[in-house]
């Protein structure tokens, strides 16, 4: 149990044009998903906390407005990606809380030209 | 400031010994301390976990050893193997917070 996907697993965009990325919890509820980005060789850097039913919390130096972050349901977040240009190229992994533990998603990997 | 400090940054191991992996906290609120795995291309996966209140956790080849005292916690893989090569990743989580505090990240490369 505790399965979280993700879709796409990789894109690639011009610059300009927005993306739109899923993270599902496929097996649990999650009031509670997380969106992280990481670069190469590094750890995970936590973008925002994702609540069902109420707006996103971005972390310190997350544009909020170019990282638009939607909790529909609890077993479905989104994160659209705005604008993108090529510094938002990045692996962007989702997780899904439950019962203390997060459960990541296989990751995204957004290639902006 | 890093609050969970994690070495080493990589490790090489030779196939059937052991990997042994550090991270140490300064912040007494944490209370649930989780290891996972990372392949590369792939989102983290959690091994395993453990609560300030055990001292050593044990599943299968991995271990987590605590010292509260020390504010250390550590994983250790036994017998290690060319398919554990990978990327590990120690957490913590603060009591009342689901947000999730990493470690750096230790490179381990198990030598067949």
């Known amino acids: 149990g505790a399965v979280v996907s993700q879709h796409p697993s990789w894109v690639i965009c011009k610059s300009g044009t927005s993306v739109k990325i899923e993270c599902r919890s496929l097996?649990?509820?999650?009031?509670?998903m997380f969106w992280y980005r990481q670069f190469p060789k590094q750890s995970l850097m936590l973008m925002a906390t994702?609540?069902?039913?109420?707006?996103?919390?971005?972390e310190q130096g997350v544009e909020k407005d170019k990282f638009l972050i939607n909790h529909a349901s609890l077993t479905l977040s989104t994160l659209t990606v705005t604008s993108a240009h090529p510094e938002d190229s990045s692996f962007y992994i989702c997780?899904?809380?439950?019962?203390?533990?997060?459960?990541f998603g296989p990751g995204t990997r957004l290639t902006v030209l | 400031q890093q609050q969970v400090k994690q070495s080493p940054q990589s490790l090489i191991v030779q196939k059937g010994g052991i990997s042994i992996i550090n991270c140490a906290y300064e912040?007494?609120?944490?209370?649930?301390f989780p290891w996972y795995q990372q392949f590369p291309g792939k989102g983290p996966a959690l091994l395993i976990a453990?609560?300030?209140?055990?001292s050593e956790k044990k599943e299968g080849r991995f271990t987590i050893s605590f010292n509260k005292s020390a504010k250390q916690f550590s994983l250790h893989i036994m017998d290690s193997q060319p398919g554990d090569s990978a990327t590990y990743f120690c957490?913590?989580?603060?009591?009342?917070?689901?947000?999730?505090?990493f470690g750096k990240g230790t490179k381990l490369t198990v030598n067949p």
């Open positions: 997780s899904a809380s439950r019962s203390d533990t997060q459960y």
């Open positions: 097996d649990f509820q999650a009031t509670t």
């Open positions: 994702s609540n069902e039913g109420s707006k996103a919390t971005y």
């Open positions: 912040n007494t609120a944490f209370d649930y």
């Open positions: 453990i609560r300030p209140d055990v």
């Open positions: 957490a913590a989580i603060q009591g009342g917070s689901e947000k999730l505090v």
